[in-house]
């Protein structure tokens, strides 16, 4: 298997951190997809994101898709109706935390009152407390992919100096208590060089 993404990106990690909970093998190509990899990106996915995912003659793009893949592969248990509406959630404060960031890196404020920002600002707070909701139910107490995919976007989101979690006490404890797990070192994207 050859895993295509970054080191930085929390849709990437998730997916390594799922292969490794299951001691999958596979080589990773770590690419600077806004910079000078982006002709290699081009000839990997036409979407022009990552992660990619290589596996004898499948090519997977989009991590939901991978996950998919995987979770037949590997003989893993499938997400329930309510882990696909969480996962939903974590992805939309993750798609709205990519788009402000970039907004920023295009010299865009993104504190001003206008719609697009302001219906990224209203979807991360709303996502946000529905996730501490959850956290407080005890939803993301096993170490499974929508727990993988919530420590990879909070933690990228506080790596970015994106999100506070003073906030919402449940998130917090919760991604304390994950602290020491094998992989989450080697896959932190402040290792990265980018
Ligand atoms: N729905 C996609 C989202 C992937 C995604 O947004 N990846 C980011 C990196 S963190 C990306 O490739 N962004 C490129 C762009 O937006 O131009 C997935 O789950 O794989």
Same mark, same amino acid.
């Given at each position: ?12 990690? =998730?997916? +390594?951190?799922? @292969? ?16 000078? #990899? +982006?002709?290699?990106?081009?000839? +990997? ?7 990619? @995912?290589?596996?004898? #003659? ?19 248990? !499938? ?25 920023? =890196? $295009?010299? @865009?404020?993104? #504190? ?10 209203? =979807? ?8 501490? $909701?959850?956290? !407080? ?17 909070? #933690?990228?989101?506080?790596?970015? !100096? ?17 602290? !020491? ?14």
């Amino acid at each position: 298997m050859k895993l295509i993404g970054s080191a930085t990106s929390p849709y990437v990690r =998730r997916i +390594r951190l799922l @292969l490794a909970a299951n001691a999958q093998a596979y080589s990773f190509t770590d690419l600077n997809i806004y910079g000078e #990899d +982006r002709d290699e990106l081009r000839k +990997r996915n036409p979407a022009l994101k990552i992660p990619v @995912l290589y596996d004898d #003659d499948e090519i997977l793009y989009d991590s939901r898709v991978i996950f998919r893949y995987l979770s037949g592969k590997l003989s893993l248990p !499938g997400l329930s109706w309510a882990e696909e509406n969480r996962l939903t959630v974590i992805d939309a404060v993750n798609d709205s935390m990519v788009t402000l960031l970039l907004s920023q =890196r $295009s010299g @865009l404020d993104t #504190d001003r009152d206008c719609l697009i920002f302001n219906l990224q600002h209203e =979807r991360v707070e709303k996502s946000l407390a529905a996730l501490e $909701s959850w956290a !407080g139910e005890g939803c993301f107490e096993a170490w499974d992919y929508t727990a993988i995919c919530l420590y990879s976007m909070l #933690d990228w989101c506080l790596f970015r !100096g994106l999100i506070e979690l003073d906030a919402t006490p449940n998130l917090s404890a919760w991604f304390n208590a994950q602290q !020491g797990r094998p992989d989450l070192a080697k896959t932190d994207p402040r290792l990265a060089d980018q």
